[in-house]
């Protein structure tokens, strides 16, 4: 059983900063990829971005690109994500998930955190 706890989420002005942190424990192997959600009130929950636990291989939202970056230290067990110039549309319950990576961009993400919370106020 793979465990995710997030952290690192809280309240801040528009145009500023935060970096949220994954934990990871338990199995997981080389083949795994690591992604990062979210859900704002009354919207469905979408990708932002995925970084594979082995190599270099990233991916982000058009929403986030240039904006967000995702990154993984193996050796802590902790993938983070960066998160600059934040606007208020970025407000939302940000997940952390892994699962196994099946092929291009399709990945079975079979476990996920509780969720961090992020509020962008204007």
């Known amino acids: 059983q793979v465990q995710l706890v997030e952290s690192g989420g809280g309240l801040v002005q528009a145009g500023g900063s935060l970096r949220l942190s994954c934990a990871v424990s338990?199995?997981?192997?080389?083949?795994?990829?690591m992604g990062w959600f979210r859900q704002a009130p009354g919207k469905e929950r979408e990708f932002v971005a995925r970084?594979?636990?082995?190599?270099?291989?990233?991916n982000y939202a058009d929403s986030v690109k240039g904006r967000f970056t995702i990154s993984r230290d193996n050796a802590k067990n902790t993938v983070y994500l960066q998160m600059n110039s934040l606007k208020p549309e970025d407000t939302a319950v940000y997940y952390c998930a892994a699962g196994p990576w099946l092929g291009g961009t399709d990945t079975a993400y079979d476990y996920w955190g509780q969720g961090t919370q992020v509020t962008v106020s204007s």
């Open positions: 970084i594979k636990w082995t190599g270099s291989s990233t």
């Open positions: 338990g199995r997981i192997f080389s083949s795994y990829e």
